[in-house]
């Protein structure tokens, strides 16, 4: 239990897939905007990642492993989370629309976040068993989740300060990404 324990913290807040393995970052800084969306971004991606990671280290552990085709692993992840966006996909489509209508194209972006595909190959990696993925999978989507809740609401603050013309747009938030980096650095002494 204390494994998976140190497992959770340690993958969502002290290596957190943004901002500490620079993980993820098209949909950190493209749907950030608005903490609305920026939060339905971040429940879909601890989805995906969640089942992508217990759905990939079955396949893993079940059938590349013993039938020693340990190097098909990154095409069989893919279309593993492929398969799983365009379920989330559907059932926003369908259930919940205004959020499916507010990603936009991000959602289909999912796909190719590498983050989803990096949580994968890392579990194997780490030679995690099928719960202690389930458990890294979940843990760093939730950290992903934090990181781009909180830039949605500094992008939200931001909006409304005075801004050096130098630094307006993508310069004061890549900054923000950068200032926020260096803040959960502060916690890489924890675990």
Known sequence: ????????????????????????????????????????????????TTLAAFVTSIIYAFLLD???????????????????VQFVEMFLKKFMHALYESLGVYLPLITTNCAVLGVALNSVTYGYNILESTVYGFATAFGFFIAIVIMAGLREKIEYNDVPETFQGSAIVLVTAGLMSIAFFGFSGVI
């Open 1 to 48: 239990m204390t494994n998976l324990i140190l497992i959770a913290i340690g993958s969502a807040i002290v290596n957190n897939v943004v901002l500490s393995q620079f993980l993820g970052i098209c949909p950190f800084l493209g749907v950030s905007k608005k903490v609305d969306t920026a939060a339905g971004m971040g429940a879909a991606v601890i989805f995906v």
């Open 66 to 84: 013993p039938l020693e085709i340990e190097y098909l692993r990154t095409i069989v992840f893919i279309i593993v989370i492929a398969s799983l």
